[in-house]
């Protein structure tokens, strides 16, 4: 497991620092945004620190794509797939990327414009 012992998420994954936790595997944790942006606002990370996109290695592939499964499994048991949900990654400086470990934001329970701000 590849940790970097300056970040954040890195912290949280160790459970260093608390978060509201709404599922974990053996891949991937997530958990709520502490600065929620929508009813629901989780955020969903691999456990390996991987620090943005253009940093994934091709072993990461499997990782990467759980990410998304998590995203759909909890949008399922929540029922979010029925009005919709919006994932976000947020790539670097000028995308507004301000923590650098890889999180896919889920975003559910209001209406989203576009194109984004
Ligand atoms: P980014 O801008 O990097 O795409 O998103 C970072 C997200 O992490 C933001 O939505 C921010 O509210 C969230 N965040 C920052 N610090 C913490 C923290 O300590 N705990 C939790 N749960 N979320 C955090
Ligand atoms: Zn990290």
């Known amino acids: ?5 300056n970040c954040l998420f890195c912290k949280i994954v160790d459970r260093r620092i608390p978060a509201k936790l709404v599922h ?3 891949m991937t ?3 709520e945004d502490i ?3 929508a009813p629901t606002h989780i955020l969903i990370i ?9 940093s ?7 990782l990467i794509g759980h990410l998304f499964f998590v995203a759909r499994n ?3 048991t929540r029922g979010l797939d029925k009005g919709g949900y919006r994932l976000v990654i947020n790539n670097g400086r000028d995308a507004g990327q301000a923590i650098f470990h890889i999180h896919l934001h889920l975003l559910s329970g209001r209406a989203f414009a576009w ?3």
């Open 24 to 26: 974990s595997d053996e």
């Open 56 to 62: 994934m290695k091709e072993g990461d592939r499997e």
């Open 1 to 5: 497991m590849s940790h970097d012992p």
């Open 35 to 37: 600065n929620p942006q």
């Open 46 to 54: 691999p456990n390996k620190h991987i620090s943005d996109i253009q």
């Open 115 to 117: 194109p984004p701000g």
């Open 29 to 31: 944790i997530a958990f």
């Open 74 to 76: 909890l949008a399922g």
